[in-house]
T-cell receptor, first 113, second 113 residues
């Protein structure tokens, strides 16, 4: 499968713990996006990268959230000191260039207990 | 900030009925427009897209959408739905200056056999 891959698919963590998610985009896709989706809502933009450069961060991304794409390939999203409100599906998407369609991964479902 | 409004949260149809899902957006500049579909247990998949040219675009599985610039709308249509079209449908708008997409909250379509 050469689509967008996310790991893990599910994560249950205790409040206050740190978690890290990984996203492997489609090969040669320059753009990589992170979105968050909660029940009954559409995906909400968190941040995106053009190669290794992080171009924009949403106000939703508090200082407990950090994302990296060190070599312009895979990306990680870390949440420190998790809170119950962080429980959501975290989606990664990639696109070949800017202004082209994005392809989504299966998502990582985070549950904070 | 741009926003996307999907008017129907839940639509229930019988097989062979015609479908139209509304999508309106607020942004005065140049946009790219998308409809994504999410089948139960699966990831978001692109249904169709509009970048430029003919405002009536055709997608997979018999879906089509019409971009009406004056109405800031991009409604999705299908003349005859099937049970397998049961899914959640998301409209997304990309501001070509920003390069990221804003999603609506989705419409859940249930098709009764």
């Amino acid at each position: 499968d050469t689509g967008v891959s996310q790991d893990p698919r599910h994560k249950i963590t205790k409040r206050g713990q740190n978690v890290t998610f990984r996203c492997d985009p489609i090969s040669e896709h320059n753009r990589l996006y992170w979105y968050r989706q909660t029940l009954g809502q559409g995906p909400e933009f968190l941040t995106y990268f053009q190669n290794e450069a992080q171009l924009e961060k949403s106000r939703l991304l508090s200082d407990r959230f950090s994302a990296e794409r060190p070599k312009g390939s895979f990306s990680t999203l870390e949440i420190q000191r998790t809170e119950q409100g962080d429980s959501a599906m975290y989606l990664c998407a990639s696109s070949l260039t800017d202004n082209t369609e994005a392809f989504f991964g299966q998502g990582t479902r985070l549950t904070v207990v | 900030a741009q926003s996307v409004s999907q008017h129907n949260h839940h639509v229930i149809l019988s097989e062979a009925a015609s479908l139209e899902l509304g999508c309106n957006y607020s942004y005065g500049g140049t946009v790219n427009l998308f409809w994504y579909v999410q089948y139960p247990g699966q990831h978001l998949q692109l249904l169709l897209k509009y970048f430029s040219g003919d405002p009536l675009v055709k997608g997979i599985k018999g879906f089509e959408a019409e971009f009406i610039k004056s109405k800031f709308s991009f409604n999705l249509r299908k003349p005859s739905v099937q049970w397998s079209d049961t899914a959640e449908y998301f409209c997304a708008v990309m501001n070509t200056n920003a390069g990221k997409s804003t999603f609506g909250d989705g419409t859940t379509l249930t098709v009764k056999p």
